[in-house]
């Protein structure tokens, strides 16, 4: 049985009156691609905003590899290792902050394409490496660190050739095409050494043929970097041909899970999706 990766339990994130995930419940095992899908405001990306530590969320627990990262019971009974209190009821809160999480081994892209906009495509890489670096103010100062910054810059380059991008690696990033920035950042996010790799809506804004050389390519950085990925999309037909699994949000909840096969023909599905005809 393959090792759970994420868990996700009871998480709820309200904004005020707002909830825009509720009571959703998750697992990612190692070596899947699994999809989180469903229509615009649907719930997903504030998800992978509490899954990476952006939101602390209103309720629920995440788990990695087996412990807990993130969890909050606000009217929980007090347990060994949690502290807080409000107004007279305990609020139990562990928050792993996001660099945390990255260094836990999860990273993540973002539906707007993030890149450090002045700087080169080997730069974006290298500036992610330094995360698993040893150095600090007085090494650096004093050049200490020499060896670990050649074998980051030998790493940097040995992961641009691996995901395509050796042949730019001098290009200011934003000078790239649409779809060679998204696999730039999928390549920053990389560098980090993740276990767990989510991608939010990697293919936004891709014509049909750069989507298809997208699934080629997360499933080629899935093999080859022996990554377990969660990703949200609106493209079906990536989702379709890359997923293990698909669990699908609609106003927050979740209505449906299982295989693409599954979900195509599911009907609650389907009317979250295409609605449902009144009767005449």
Do not use: C, W
């Amino acid at each position: 049985m393959s090792r759970n990766i994420l868990r996700v339990d009871d998480v709820t994130m309200q904004f005020g009156g707002v909830v825009a995930v509720n009571n959703l419940s998750l697992e990612v095992n190692e070596g899947e691609i699994v999809a989180l899908i469903g229509p615009n405001g649907a719930g997903k990306t504030t998800a992978f905003n509490v899954i990476s530590g952006v939101y602390a969320p209103t309720n629920g627990r995440v788990s990695f590899l087996d412990k807990p990262m993130i969890e909050n019971h606000p009217q929980g009974k007090m347990k060994k290792g949690y502290l807080g209190e409000n107004g007279g009821k305990y609020t139990h809160v562990i928050t792993k902050t996001p660099d945390q999480i990255t260094h836990l081994g999860i990273a993540r892209t973002f539906q707007n394409i993030r890149l450090f906009k002045s700087l080169t495509v080997f730069d974006n890489v290298l500036i992610a490496r330094h995360m698993r670096s040893h150095a600090n103010v007085f090494s650096a100062a004093f050049r200490l660190n020499a060896a670990e910054e050649k074998a980051n810059r030998e790493k940097t380059l040995q992961l641009l050739e691996m995901v395509g991008l050796a042949d730019v690696k001098d290009e200011i990033s934003t000078s790239l095409p649409y779809g060679k920035q998204r696999r730039l950042e999928i390549a920053r996010a990389l560098a980090t050494e993740p276990t767990l790799l989510l991608l939010d809506e990697p293919a936004a804004g891709m014509n049909p043929q750069e989507t298809l050389e997208l699934s080629e390519f997360i499933q080629k950085i899935k093999n080859d970097f022996h990554l377990t990925v969660l990703v949200i999309e609106h493209h079906m037909d990536l989702i379709m041909e890359i997923s293990d699994r698909i669990y699908v949000l609609d106003f927050g909840r979740l209505i449906a899970t299982g295989t693409p096969d599954e979900i195509q023909s599911n009907p609650h599905v389907i009317s979250a999706y295409l609605g449902v005809q009144d009767d005449e």
